[in-house]
């Protein structure tokens, strides 16, 4: 069985074309005529373009430029796509503290994209993301800890990470809460807060969620179940903006 993580797509392939258009947003040296040019480039759609304007920056040592320029090469845009010039610039951003980029470069040691996979290495810079608050690095530090990949096995620290995804929005880590808190290994078993969880999750879609709700539910005694559903009434947690990328188990 394979467990997903929620930052790759369902068949696991890189949605890079809703990252990116957020990443254009938050570039801190977009006033560069070069990132400008890369910018405009890219919102046409001549991919080719702003390749080459993303290529110049990222020679220059450019971090942000760095991460854009390998997700250009891991999503085939303006370029053919090439899995191991896009790991080696996710890692050149990496090295110098992008956050996006060390949760990329986890993805790829993760997956094995570009070598064989590594999952030591892939917690390594999953970790470094999440300590900077990378929030589907923290969902997916949460999944390391629950299956032990890469990290001893350990549910009670998986539940820390993904309580941290959950809080900031993260539709999987809030319903993979639900799931930890009703099955109480590692830690005190919390219907309450698993019914909680199951239901922030759900109402943002996730109908893995609704379902463990409703198998939850028939399980509480009336008064665990009523104090659930008004705390659930009172919690509000949206989804984050746009789409990311997800790993597989």
């Not at 797509?9 to 990132?35: E, I, K, N, R, T």
């Not at 991460?67 to 053919?80: D, I, K, P, S, T």
Request: aromatic fraction near 12%; glycine fraction near 10%; charged fraction near 25%.
């Amino acid at each position: 069985m394979r467990q997903s993580f929620p930052a790759r797509s369902a068949g696991g392939s890189y949605v890079f074309a809703a990252v990116f258009a957020v990443a254009l947003v938050l570039v801190p040296d977009a006033a560069q005529a070069g990132m400008k040019e890369a910018e405009a480039a890219y919102g046409r759609g001549d991919y080719p373009s702003a390749f080459v304007e993303y290529r110049k920056l990222a020679e220059r040592g450019n971090p942000r430029a760095q991460y854009l320029l390998g997700g250009m090469y891991e999503a085939g845009a303006g370029v053919a796509r090439n899995y191991s010039e896009a790991f080696r610039w996710y890692l050149a951003a990496a090295q110098k503290g992008e956050p996006n980029a060390e949760f990329m470069a986890a993805q790829m040691y993760y997956e094995g994209k570009a070598g064989p996979k590594d999952y030591r290495e892939a917690a390594r810079w999953y970790r470094r993301a999440a300590d900077k608050g990378h929030i589907y690095a923290q969902n997916n530090m949460g999944a390391l800890y629950e299956y032990g990949r890469g990290v001893a096995e350990n549910k009670a620290e998986a539940l820390k990470w993904y309580l941290r995804a959950a809080e900031r929005g993260v539709v999987e880590a809030q319903c993979k809460a639900g799931m930890l808190y009703a099955a109480g290994v590692g830690f005190p078993q919390d219907f309450v807060k698993a019914y909680v969880w199951f239901d922030v999750s759900a109402r943002s879609g996730n109908t893995e969620a609704a379902r463990q709700r409703e198998r939850l539910a028939a399980k509480m005694n009336p008064a665990d179940l009523s104090k659930a559903r008004e705390l659930a009434g009172k919690t509000g947690a949206k989804a984050p903006a746009g789409k990311t990328a997800t790993a597989k188990r």
